[in-house]
C-alpha cells in the first residue's frame, strides 16, 4: 500500500516537474513548481520527518514561491510565451536519464558510512523530531547560527546600499 | 559555547561588533573618513589580539580552531582590510561613498576571511566563505550610477551563486560518503577504500570547482577580469588579495594533512596550474587596461600557488604562506597607486592614460614600478625571493615540470608588467591628472614598497615566522 502510494506521488511530482520546464506560460510553470514542492514534503513525510516537511510546505512551497510569483508579476513576464525548445527538453531529458542511472549506480554499489550520529529513531519517537532539531541548532551549532545571522545582516545591509538613491 | 571558545574568537568577534558598531555610529554621524579610520582601529586591534592574546583553547566548538596558523592568517587579513580602508580615504570622498556602511562591510569581510581561513569543519567553512563573499557582492557594485561596477557586481553574484551550489553540493557529496564534517577527517575518511569512494571523490571533483572560481584557476577565471576593471580600486586590491589568500589558506591545511586520501585529486590540481600559469600568461600579454591586466597577472599568481599545493608538506606550505605575503603586498600596491590616481573624473586605468605620469608623480609613478617588478620577480625586489622559494619547493619535491613551467611563465610576465612601467615614463604627456595624493596613502604605499625592498634583502624575519608557524 505504502509503495504503491509512493509511487503515484513520485509519477505527480516527476510529472509536474517536467510540466515546469515545459509549460510556455511562467505562472504555469510556477504553479506546476507548487506542486513539486509539496510531493516532496509527503515523501518527507513517509521519512518519518515531519519537521522537514512542514518547512519544505512553509519556506519553499509558501514563501519562495510567492517570492517567485510576485518577482513573475512585477517583471511582467506573465504575458510573454516562452518560445518552443524541443530539443533543449529532449537534450535535458537525455541528461537527466543519465545522471539518474549513475546516480543509482554510486548508491547500490556502496553501503552506508557505518558511522552512525548520535540521533537514533528511537530518540527521535522520545523525544521529538522537532526538539531535537532545535537542540542540535541552539546547543551544538549555535556558532554558525550566530554566524549565519551575521550574515543576514550583511545582507540587508547590502540590499539598502544598492537600492538607495546618493548619500 | 563556553567562556573559553568566545575568549578564543575574540578576533573575530572583535571584527563583526566592530563593524555594527561602525554601522550604528554611521547612521547618526555622517563623517566617511571618521569611520574609515574607526574601521582601521578596529581591524588593528583585532590583528593586535590574534597575534598577541594566547587563547585558552585550539579548537573552537569542532568548527574553527585558534592555532598558530590560523591566527597568522587573521594577522594578515586584518593588516590587509584595515591598509585598504586607510587607502580609500580619499576615495570614497571623490565618489560619495555612506564612509560607515563601507567599513562596516569591509570589516565584515575581515571577519569572513579570518572565519575562511580558521575553519575545521565544512560548515564554518561554507559559513566564512559565504560571510566573505556577500560582503564583497555589496562593495563591488558599491559605487553609484556606474554601470561598470554594477556589471561587476552582477558578474561576481552570478558566478559565485553557481561555486555556493558546487560547494553546498560537494559538501553533501562529501559528508554522504564520509560521515563526517570535519575537515581532516572527511580527507582521511576517503582513503578507506569502501564502495562510497567514487562519491567522495566526485565531491572533492565540486569542491574544486568550487575553489577554482573563487582564486579562478584556469577554466573558471572568465569573471576576474570584468569584475576587477568594474570594481572600484580598492576593492579590487582586497579581492585580488585577501579574498584569495583565505580560501588558499583554507585549503592548505585540508591537502597537507590529508595524505594518501585525496592523492586521485593531485593530476587534476596538476593540470589546473599548469592551465592556470600558461593561459593566464598569455591572455595578459595584448591587456591594454592595467586593471585587467592585474586581473590576468592575479591569475597567474594563483598558478605558481597552486605549485606549492601540489608540493604540500611543510616546504610547500611555507612557501606558499611566504609567497602569499609578498605577493598580496605588490598587488596590494599596484592597485592602491590606481586608487591614488582616481579623481572626479574616475580611475585611470588605460596605459594610454597613464603616459607620461612620471613626470607630473614621480614618487607615485617610481613606487608602482617597484610593485609591478616585484610581481615580475626582479632580483633585489622580495618577489624574486619568493618565487625562488615556490619553485625550489617544487624541485625538491619532485614536480620539476612545474617548476620549469612557473620559470617561463614568468620570463614571459616581463612583457606585460614593464609595458605600464614604460608607459609611465613616456617623454610626453598624455594625462591630466594632476590629482595629489593624500599624505595617509603615500606613507602607506611607501611602507609597502619599503618591506618588499627590505624583505628581498633581508628575508629571514618573515621565514623564521612562517617556519615557526608550520614546523
Known sequence: MEILFFYLVAGVAIVSAFFVVKCRNPINSALNLVTTFICLAVFYVMLESPFMAAIQIIVYAGAIMVLIIFVIMLLNFGQTIKGRYTHGIAAGGLVSVLLMLVATQLVRSGDATGTGGPVTSAMIAEVGHTELIGRALFLDFVLPFEIAGVLLLIAIVGALIIAKQKV | ?471
Not at chain 2, 612601467?421 to 619599503?450: F, K
Open chain 2, 1 to 471: 559555547m563556553n567562556q573559553e571558545s568566545l575568549q578564543s574568537l575574540l578576533p573575530q568577534i572583535l571584527l563583526a561588533l566592530g563593524s555594527t558598531a561602525i554601522l550604528l555610529g554611521g547612521a547618526w554621524v555622517r563623517n566617511r573618513r571618521l569611520w574609515l579610520l574607526v574601521g582601521a582601529l578596529v581591524a588593528i586591534v583585532a590583528a593586535l589580539v590574534a597575534a598577541f592574546v594566547e587563547p585558552p583553547q585550539i579548537d573552537i566548538l569542532g568548527m574553527y580552531s585558534a592555532s598558530a596558523y590560523a591566527r597568522f592568517c587573521t594577522v594578515l587579513w586584518s593588516l590587509t582590510v584595515a591598509a585598504t580602508l586607510v587607502i580609500s580615504c580619499r576615495y570614497v570622498d571623490i565618489f560619495r561613498f555612506g564612509g560607515g556602511e563601507y567599513a562596516s562591510l569591509m570589516l565584515f569581510a575581515a571577519a569572513g576571511m579570518s572565519l575562511l581561513s580558521a575553519a575545521t569543519s565544512f560548515v564554518g567553512l561554507f559559513l566564512g566563505l559565504e560571510v566573505l563573499t556577500l560582503a564583497l557582492y555589496i562593495l563591488i557594485a558599491f559605487r553609484h550610477g556606474d554601470t561598470r561596477g554594477a556589471e561587476a557586481g552582477m558578474k561576481y553574484l552570478v558566478f559565485g551563486a553557481v561555486a555556493t551550489a558546487f560547494l553546498a553540493f560537494a559538501i553533501a557529496l562529501i559528508y554522504t560518503a564520509t560521515g563526517t564534517f570535519n575537515l581532516q577527517a572527511a580527507a582521511v575518511g576517503l582513503q578507506a577504500g569502501d564502495g562510497l569512494r567514487p562519491l567522495g571523490l566526485a565531491g572533492w571533483a565540486l569542491l574544486l570547482v568550487a575553489v577554482g572560481f573563487k582564486i579562478s584557476l584556469v577554466p573558471f577565471h572568465l569573471w576576474t577580469p570584468d569584475v576587477y576593471q568594474g570594481a572600484p580600486a580598492p576593492v579590487s586590491g582586497l579581492l585580488a588579495t585577501a579574498a584569495k589568500g583565505a580560501v588558499l589558506a583554507a585549503f592548505l591545511p585540508l591537502l597537507v594533512m590529508s595524505g594518501e586520501g585525496i592523492a586521485d585529486i593531485k593530476a587534476i590540481l596538476w593540470l589546473l596550474a599548469i592551465a592556470t600559469m600558461l593561459v593566464g600568461t598569455f591572455a595578459a600579454l595584448p591587456q591594454t587596461n592595467i586593471k585587467r591586466m592585474l586581473a590576468y597577472s592575479s591569475v597567474v599568481h594563483m598558478g605558481y600557488l597552486m605549485i606549492a599545493l601540489i608540493v604540500a608538506g611543510a616546504d610547500g606550505s611555507r612557501a606558499l604562506l611566504f609567497y602569499l605575503v609578498v605577493y598580496s603586498l605588490a598587488t596590494f600596491g599596484a592597485f592602491g597607486i590606481i586608487t591614488t590616481f582616481a579623481d572626479e573624473n574616475g580611475e585611470i586605468q588605460d596605459y594610454d592614460d597613464l603616459r607620461g605620469l612620471a613626470a607630473l608623480h614621480p614618487r607615485r609613478s617610481a613606487l608602482l614600478a617597484v610593485f609591478l617588478l616585484s610581481l615580475t620577480g626582479i632580483p633585489p625586489l622580495a618577489g624574486f625571493f619568493a618565487k625562488f622559494g615556490l619553485f625550489q619547493a617544487a624541485f625538491r619535491g619532485g614536480y620539476a615540470e612545474l617548476a620549469v613551467i612557473g620559470v617561463i611563465a614568468s620570463v614571459i610576465s616581463v612583457y606585460y608588467y614593464v609595458r605600464p612601467v614604460i608607459a609611465l615614463y613616456a617623454p610626453e604627456s598624455a594625462s591630466v591628472c594632476r590629482d595629489v595624493a593624500a599624505r595617509s596613502e603615500t606613507l602607506l604605499l611607501v611602507g609597502c614598497a619599503a618591506v618588499i625592498v627590505i624583505l628581498g634583502v633581508y628575508p629571514t624575519p618573515l621565514l623564521s615566522l612562517v617556519a615557526l608557524i608550520i614546523p
